[in-house]
């Protein structure tokens, strides 16, 4: 089993930056792929980003491709999404989850509780 828990979420005008971080307790975190996930009010949740369990390998949404990094600290057990450039439809919850580096949910074991995110124009 492993529990996760974001942190960072905001509100933020349009053109800042905010990083997220998703601590993971429970099983070994460094065997898990991490990703971010968000969900718009009347949205389906989406893919955003993912790294692998060596770090070496990312894959990210067309959407945050050059403006959104992952990134994972072994030692803290905790990923993070640093997002820059921040628009107004960027505004969703985010979500943190293990098991994959793929862009489907289904995919994913493990789900946080999300963390809110608001983008004002």
């Known amino acids: 089993q492993v529990q996760l828990v974001e942190s960072g979420g905001g509100l933020v005008q349009a053109g800042g930056s905010l990083r997220l971080s998703c601590a993971a307790s429970g099983r070994t975190f460094s065997s898990y792929a991490m990703g971010w996930f968000r969900q718009a009010p009347g949205k389906e949740r989406e893919f955003v980003a993912a790294i692998n369990w060596s770090g070496s390998n990312t894959n990210y949404a067309d959407s945050a491709k050059g403006r959104f990094t992952i990134s994972r600290d072994y030692a803290k057990n905790t990923v993070y999404l640093q997002m820059n450039s921040l628009k107004p439809e960027d505004t969703a919850v985010y979500y943190c989850?293990?098991?994959?580096?793929?862009?489907?949910?289904?995919?994913?074991?493990?789900w946080g509780q999300g963390t809110q995110v608001t983008v004002s124009s």
């Open positions: 989850a293990a098991g994959s580096i793929n862009k489907r949910a289904n995919d994913y074991h493990y």
